[in-house]
């Protein structure tokens, strides 16, 4: 109690020592009684001090009390008045302060128990703690008279060590051994920290102040080795100090320190320990950790000891792989395979011991291994792929789990077994990543470029072909791999088209029936044949493929050839018009479980082009690529199918929207959409449609149009005067006529006329296409049209249109029909043949009286043909007349490249149509050898054919993505020898020839020259959509008009002016003028340049079938 010291200084103080934590609260209030020197009250003093008075706690932030004062913490009255056990001095000095601090709730029976005790301290003594308490409160004065008793000198703890027998790094064993250190402890410094350090042990943060603790001696320096330990401190100092008090416990310790750090003085010993108290446990666990090289040796029951010793799964594991191998030492092979079924490997299991125990128990254990692949680390799977002796099946599961997670597996290695396996998704993801491993591995490319699934996704079709580019320019001169046989080499170069001097490789492979088979199949499709692989010998072929012993590649690759068979005998009948049984044979293609990706783009160009309805296309899309617009298009193409012309419509339109199409495709798909929606006669969302596109414009005739708009006005507005009048002005015509004026002189001035003959040929429009269009409401209002105006003109009842109205209203003779026509076509030939024309079409006939009408038909085109030129007879179907086709040069060009390959020996046949160009050449001249249709090219054409022929260079670009090799290629593309080619190919698409020799010349003309630069500029919006599209690839030759370099080049306008010339003449009895060019300066205003100058522009087989 120092003097000059004040009392919160006092109690700050005492605070800090670890003696004050040590005491319970009803002793901290009597010394802080003493500290405050807490004086007698005076009667006159009122409340006692504050720190004397219960203080009411405010309320905390949760609504609870506050702590209570220190005056609160000591102990009732009632609590010491009966002998507890506690010291006579506690309860004589508890009592005393309540008497005097809280005499109202004193009871004066108490008198005798504090009389009893102050005797009783008198004559035994007290504490000499009390004197001081004595001079620092008047309270407790009387407790200086007291004797005092002699301090007994404090003994060191005595420590049970078996409760220490624990693993120190264990924080909960750590927690109870301390606390019952704690409680036997006598030393308030170490008791305090010992309650310190087991409050951090069971806390989150762990134990990190031992301050006081850490080099205990005697029996207390147990608790410093226990707790060095706990935080990985150096022991060495407080494990000696324990060695004197308990040896035996110390060298246990020692052991397991020291195995913890990898050293084993006796591993045999330690993992034999016998003791089931914590300590001896983790020692014998920690034993067993360190695997040691002796383990090897051990028999199967003392491994299995060490697995219930063993927590950690990779130790586990390694212990069990030991134990399997101890089995397998013992001949215990069943309870070998038992083990080995119920693990699970770790990542880094040691294949060193475990590839041998799977290699001895067989093929159980290799199957189950199989099943492990995904939870091996790559050094462990490494091992399994390079060990030759495992079976290919795992090797491959192998090394797809290692492609798949990135690890390093050597390139070759990765091929081979991708390629055995057939994992071409892998397989491209190697060979396509560097330019230079399809060229080093052009087998494997190969492989991949024809068989790689369509639902494959990262790799999109332009580098698959640049790839297969690479592999051409190798693949005849690498050595082949052992991965692929000769058959399978065969297959390869034969869907490549290569040039192949023997086909050994099939007789080796199918038996007699497949060969035979497989050679009809190659000769069906080679120039000579009808270009079609007949079912019944593609289906010899499938029997021989499926009997024969084929590896998984040499099996994929011959049903790539036949599905590429079946797929062009397809294509074949399509571009034929024959499209029997088509629809099931490309849905068959698609029906297996992996559709390739060359097979798919081919099959959705033949539905783009011929609107063909595939269910398992669309079924293919919807689970692989649902948001593709090549989905949208086949969903079109099946209601098509399904005659859901609306839905079709919607969908052609959707397709045709998507950024994937190119300007040349959207108008096509644009066009489509508007004539499923004529059909549908959903007139306003066509009208509308035709509103928001007006490129689309270019691509229709003006006639189509025309029925779109008047159909809409006259169904969707209900105004048929209206659209009587857009009738009415379409057919009107200003002409400029010579009159007298009012002084007696001729002058020239403009006269407004309708065509009747116009008219008269709109009433028979729906049903001019090859599929005709709903009649109404356009028929109706052209027939209020044309009543219309020869009202206006007081025409009689007796016209030859009233005539044949009246005629057909009730049962129609073939012969009185025939009458009218014939009457009609002395004044007008055309008038009288369409009348003829509707007849046939009027559905009132007999097929004798059809068969009658289209006789009288050809009798009256007979007598009238020289007065009919050619661009009115395309209204005349039923005379079936054949076209008249002007081939361009770049259709030209297909058919000399495929003669030179034929010099060359390249082979087509089992060859995919990938680009969707189809043979269009080849179609030419077969409905040429047919009959059906006349060729003929002009000077200009034969000119720039034998020209481009010439340029060796050029025509050997076009060989590039063949199996030619160099010398081959130099030795057959010469000037000479490709210039007769183009010759021969000028006389076979030459068949009609001209009877006026300076035809041509006509081509000249001004006035066609002046309509068509008008016609042009007219389009100029599509024309330089087309030059934009075309530089794309290069840049295009272009004429400028006004300015702009947008334009056909002059040779296409001197073509289009010839054939306006051409259809403006009476040439024998030709039913139309066709040119045939894939050119879009042609194919975009095919429709426009139809209706505007009587040519037709066809680009594939379909345009060509819709004019025969």
């Given at each position: 109690m120092k003097g000059n010291l004040p009392p919160r200084a006092r109690q700050s103080k005492v605070a800090k020592t670890a003696e004050w934590r040590a005491l319970d609260k009803p002793w901290k209030s009597l010394l802080l009684i003493g500290l405050n020197e807490v004086q007698l009250p005076e009667e006159d003093d009122g409340p006692s001090p504050s720190m004397m008075r219960p203080r009411r706690g405010a309320r905390t932030r949760r609504g609870s009390r506050g702590a209570s004062s220190p005056m609160e913490w000591l102990s009732k009255a009632e609590d010491v008045l009966i002998d507890d056990g506690s010291p006579v001095a506690y309860r004589l000095a508890v009592l005393l302060i309540r008497k005097t601090l809280f005499s109202e709730d004193w009871d004066d029976s108490w008198d005798e128990i504090v009389d009893d005790l102050r005797e009783k301290a008198s004559s035994k003594g007290v504490h000499p703690a009390w004197s001081k308490m004595a001079e620092a409160t008047p309270i407790l004065a009387q407790f200086a008279a007291f004797p005092q008793t002699e301090l007994e000198e404090q003994e060191a703890d005595d420590f049970e060590m078996?409760?220490?027998?624990?693993?120190?790094?264990?924080?909960?064993?750590?927690?109870?051994?301390?606390?019952?250190?704690?409680?036997?402890?006598?030393?308030?410094?170490?008791?305090?920290?010992?309650?310190?350090?087991?409050?951090?042990?069971?806390?989150?943060?762990?134990?990190?102040?031992?301050?006081?603790?850490?080099?205990?001696?005697?029996?207390?320096?147990?608790?410093?080795?226990?707790?060095?330990?706990?935080?990985?401190?150096?022991?060495?100092?407080?494990?000696?100090?324990?060695?004197?008090?308990?040896?035996?416990?110390?060298?246990?310790?020692?052991?397991?320190?020291?195995?913890?750090?990898?050293?084993?003085?006796?591993?045999?010993?330690?993992?034999?320990?016998?003791?089931?108290?914590?300590?001896?446990?983790?020692?014998?666990?920690?034993?067993?950790?360190?695997?040691?090289?002796?383990?090897?040796?051990?028999?199967?029951?003392?491994?299995?000891?060490?697995?219930?010793?063993?927590?950690?799964?990779?130790?586990?594991?390694?212990?069990?792989?030991?134990?399997?191998?101890?089995?397998?030492?013992?001949?215990?092979?069943?309870?070998?395979?038992?083990?080995?079924?119920?693990?699970?490997?770790?990542?880094?299991?040691?294949?060193?011991?475990?590839?041998?125990?799977?290699?001895?128990?067989?093929?159980?254990?290799?199957?189950?291994?199989?099943?492990?692949?995904?939870?091996?680390?790559?050094?462990?799977?490494?091992?399994?792929?390079?060990?030759?002796?495992?079976?290919?099946?795992?090797?491959?599961?192998?090394?797809?789990?290692?492609?798949?997670?990135?690890?390093?597996?050597?390139?070759?290695?990765?091929?081979?077994?991708?390629?055995?396996?057939?994992?071409?998704?892998?397989?491209?993801?190697?060979?396509?990543?560097?330019?230079?491993?399809?060229?080093?591995?052009?087998?494997?490319?190969?492989?991949?470029?024809?068989?790689?699934?369509?639902?494959?996704?990262?790799?999109?079709?332009?580098?698959?072909?640049?790839?297969?580019?690479?592999?051409?320019?190798?693949?005849?001169?690498?050595?082949?791999?052992?991965?692929?046989?000769?058959?399978?080499?065969?297959?390869?170069?034969?869907?490549?088209?290569?040039?192949?001097?023997?086909?050994?490789?099939?007789?080796?492979?199918?038996?007699?029936?497949?060969?035979?088979?497989?050679?009809?199949?190659?000769?069906?499709?080679?120039?000579?044949?009808?270009?079609?692989?007949?079912?019944?010998?593609?289906?010899?072929?499938?029997?021989?493929?499926?009997?024969?012993?084929?590896?998984?590649?040499?099996?994929?690759?011959?049903?790539?050839?036949?599905?590429?068979?079946?797929?062009n005998r397809a294509s074949w009948l399509l571009q034929t018009g024959k499209s029997k049984g088509v629809v099931e044979l490309l849905d068959g293609l698609l029906s297996g479980e992996v559709t390739a990706m060359p097979m798919m783009q081919a099959v959705r160009h033949l539905v783009l082009e011929y609107d063909i309805g595939l269910t398992n296309l669309v079924s293919w899309y919807q689970e692989n690529d649902p948001q593709s617009p090549w989905h949208t298009l086949a969903r079109a193409a099946m209601h098509v199918s399904n005659n859901d012309e609306l839905n079709a419509a919607r969908d052609y339109k959707r397709a045709g929207d998507h950024e994937d199409f190119d300007y040349e495709h959207k108008i096509l798909l644009h066009r489509k959409a508007l004539i499923h929606l004529a059909h549908a006669e959903q007139w306003s969302e066509a009208v509308s449609l035709l509103e928001q596109e007006p490129a689309l414009k270019s691509a229709l005739t003006k006639r189509f149009q025309l029925y779109l708009n008047v159909s809409h006005v006259a169904a969707n507005k209900r105004n048929t005067d209206e659209a009587t009048r857009m009738l009415t002005n379409f057919v009107k015509r200003t002409e400029m006529v010579e009159q007298e004026n009012q002084f007696g002189k001729f002058e020239k001035v403009p006269r407004v006329k309708h065509s009747e003959e116009e008219l008269d040929m709109l009433r028979n429009y729906p049903s001019s296409h090859p599929r005709p269009l709903p009649r109404e409401p356009f028929s109706g209002r052209v027939k209020a049209a044309l009543n219309s105006l020869q009202r206006e003109r007081r025409r009689n009842r007796h016209t030859f249109e009233n005539r044949y109205a009246q005629a057909m209203m009730h049962d129609p003779s073939g012969e009185e029909i025939y009458e009218i026509a014939l009457e009609a076509s002395a004044e007008k030939p055309l008038e009288g043949l369409m009348l003829l024309e509707r007849a046939q079409n009027s559905g009132k006939f007999n097929v004798l009286d059809i068969k009658r009408l289209a006789d009288a038909e050809r009798s009256l085109f007979a007598t009238h043909r020289h007065n009919l030129p050619i661009k009115q007879r395309a209204y005349l179907r039923h005379l079936s007349l054949s076209p008249l086709v002007i081939v361009d040069t770049n259709i030209l060009i297909d058919e000399l490249q495929y003669r030179i390959s034929e010099e060359l020996g390249i082979s087509s046949e089992a060859s995919l149509d990938i680009g969707g160009r189809g043979s269009f050449h080849r179609i030419l001249k077969h409905r040429a050898q047919e009959g059906i249709i006349h060729l003929w090219l002009p000077k200009l054409v034969q000119s720039e054919l034998i020209s481009i022929a010439a340029d060796v260079g050029r025509i050997r670009d076009r060989f590039a993505d063949t199996l030619v090799s160099e010398e081959e290629l130099a030795k057959a593309l010469n000037k000479d020898t490709l210039v007769d080619i183009a010759k021969a190919v000028i006389s076979d698409f030459s068949t009609w020839k001209p009877l006026d020799l300076h035809i041509e010349d006509e081509a000249e003309d001004e006035e066609i020259r002046a309509e068509l630069k008008r016609f042009l500029v007219e389009h100029s919006e599509v024309y330089d959509e087309i030059t934009a599209m075309k530089r794309i690839h290069s840049e295009p030759l272009r004429t400028v008009i006004d300015g702009k370099d947008i334009y056909p080049e002059t040779a296409d306008q001197t073509l289009m002016s010839l054939c306006t010339a051409m259809a403006s003449r009476p040439l024998g009895e030709l039913g139309s003028i066709l040119i045939a060019t894939k050119d879009s300066d042609f194919a975009l205003v095919a429709r426009a340049i139809d209706e505007r100058f009587g040519f037709g522009v066809i680009s594939n087989s379909r345009n060509l079938n819709s004019w025969i």
């Open positions: 078996d409760v220490a027998r624990i693993d120190p790094l264990n924080s909960k064993s750590l927690a109870n051994t301390l606390a019952a250190f704690e409680n036997r402890s006598s030393d308030a410094t170490v008791k305090m920290a010992l309650q310190k350090a087991k409050a951090q042990v069971k806390g989150k943060r762990g134990l990190r102040d031992i301050t006081g603790l850490e080099n205990l001696e005697g029996d207390a320096s147990i608790i410093s080795v226990l707790l060095n330990i706990h935080l990985g401190n150096d022991a060495t100092d407080s494990l000696k100090e324990l060695a004197k008090s308990d040896s035996d416990l110390a060298d246990a310790f020692t052991d397991l320190v020291q195995l913890r750090n990898g050293i084993a003085s006796d591993w045999n010993k330690s993992r034999s320990l016998t003791g089931d108290d914590e300590l001896s446990l983790a020692r014998k666990q920690e034993a067993w950790r360190q695997m040691p090289s002796e383990i090897s040796g051990l028999s199967s029951t003392d491994i299995q000891e060490g697995l219930e010793m063993i927590s950690t799964p990779q130790q586990r594991e390694s212990l069990t792989w030991l134990k399997l191998s101890a089995l397998v030492r013992e001949g215990s092979s069943e309870d070998a395979i038992e083990l080995l079924k119920s693990q699970t490997v770790e990542p880094d299991a040691d294949m060193g011991t475990l590839i041998p125990i799977v290699k001895k128990l067989g093929e159980e254990a290799f199957s189950w291994l199989a099943s492990q692949i995904e939870n091996l680390a790559e050094e462990s799977l490494s091992e399994i792929v390079t060990d030759d002796e495992i079976g290919e099946t795992l090797r491959l599961a192998t090394a797809r789990r290692m492609h798949d997670m990135g690890a390093s597996l050597g390139i070759e290695a990765s091929i081979d077994l991708f390629t055995r396996g057939l994992d071409l998704t892998r397989l491209a993801e190697v060979l396509f990543v560097e330019e230079q491993r399809s060229i080093d591995h052009p087998h494997a490319t190969l492989l991949v470029v024809h068989l790689l699934p369509a639902k494959t996704k990262g790799w999109d079709f332009s580098t698959i072909r640049k790839a297969r580019r690479n592999a051409l320019s190798t693949v005849e001169d690498a050595e082949v791999p052992s991965a692929f046989s000769a058959a399978s080499r065969g297959l390869i170069l034969m869907l490549d088209g290569a040039a192949q001097s023997d086909d050994n490789w099939v007789v080796e492979t199918l038996d007699k029936n497949g060969i035979k088979a497989f050679n009809n199949c190659k000769q069906a499709l080679k120039d000579g044949g009808d270009g079609l692989a007949d079912s019944k010998v593609l289906d010899n072929l499938v029997k021989s493929v499926s009997e024969a012993k084929l590896t998984d590649v040499e099996s994929r690759l011959f049903n790539a050839v036949i599905d590429t068979l079946r797929l």
